[in-house]
């Protein structure tokens, strides 16, 4: 079967980090992706992770560990347009594009 | 923008109706996919399209149908609409299928209310 386990809501200072994890468990892997949403728009593309490891990109990093089934989402210098849903989303193989969705996180940044 | 459009922006209907929505996606892109975001369901893949064919498909309900056409835009077919089909319908685009890093862009959805 397809799980991926996210945080419900979180919540997090302005220019502060904040950490979002998701855990999944899926039958066979073929790269994780991490999605921002704001309310009532459309998701948009933050990170893609296939190997283990780190991945940078600006204030935002995601990493991943293939064998705990075990992502997170690393948000630096937190902004008040950082409030969002964040997504987790796992593509498995033989299965086109096709990516199973967690139920995101809900960010909340305060002053 | 993504350079993904979606129409209509918002569609309401009733109970038993058919609706079409349609898809264009983004200029280059082969691959199209269909999504439903309810509130308690989250965003859940529908159907996956790759230069006319179907690719890969989720939990489709028998009422819902979709094609890609060959000028690449696609349309998702909803009939004998129910209360619980209303939510948020977004389509997708890729260059390729399931390539390294297939990042998908995703349109401004449709928002089905149905009553």
């Known amino acids: 079967g397809q799980n991926i386990d996210q945080p419900t809501e979180m919540t997090a200072t302005e220019g502060a980090i904040v950490q979002i994890n998701c855990t999944y468990q899926?039958?066979?892997?073929?790269?994780l992706f991490w999605y921002q949403q704001h309310a009532g728009e459309a998701p948009t593309f933050l990170s893609y992770?296939?190997?283990?490891g780190l991945e940078e990109k600006g204030r935002f990093s995601s990493f991943l560990s293939r064998s705990k089934g075990y992502s997170y989402l690393l948000l630096k210098e937190l902004q008040m347009k950082d409030s969002a849903s964040y997504l987790c989303?796992?593509?498995?193989?033989?299965?086109?594009?096709?990516?199973?969705f967690g139920q995101g996180t809900e960010l909340s940044v305060k002053p | 923008d993504s350079g993904v459009t979606q129409t209509p922006k918002h569609l309401i209907t009733a109970t038993g109706q058919r609706v079409t929505l349609r898809c264009s996606p983004r200029?280059?892109?082969?691959?199209v996919y269909w999504y439903q975001q309810s509130l308690d369901q989250g965003l859940q893949f529908l159907i996956q399209?790759?230069?006319?064919?179907?690719?890969a498909k989720g939990n489709i309900l028998e009422r819902f149908s979709a094609q890609q056409f060959p000028d690449l835009h696609s349309e998702l077919n909803l009939s004998s609409l129910e209360l619980g089909d209303s939510a948020l319908y977004f389509c997708?685009?890729?260059?390729?299928?399931?390539?390294?890093?297939?990042?998908?862009?995703f349109g401004p959805g449709t928002r089905l209310t149905v009553l």
């Open positions: 997708a685009s890729s260059l390729t299928s399931a390539g390294m890093n297939n990042e998908q862009f």
């Open positions: 992770n296939v190997l283990d």
């Open positions: 899926t039958s066979g892997f073929n790269g």
């Open positions: 399209y790759y230069n006319g064919e179907e690719r």
């Open positions: 989303a796992v593509r498995g193989p033989n299965q086109g594009g096709k990516l199973i």
């Open positions: 200029s280059g892109d082969l691959s």
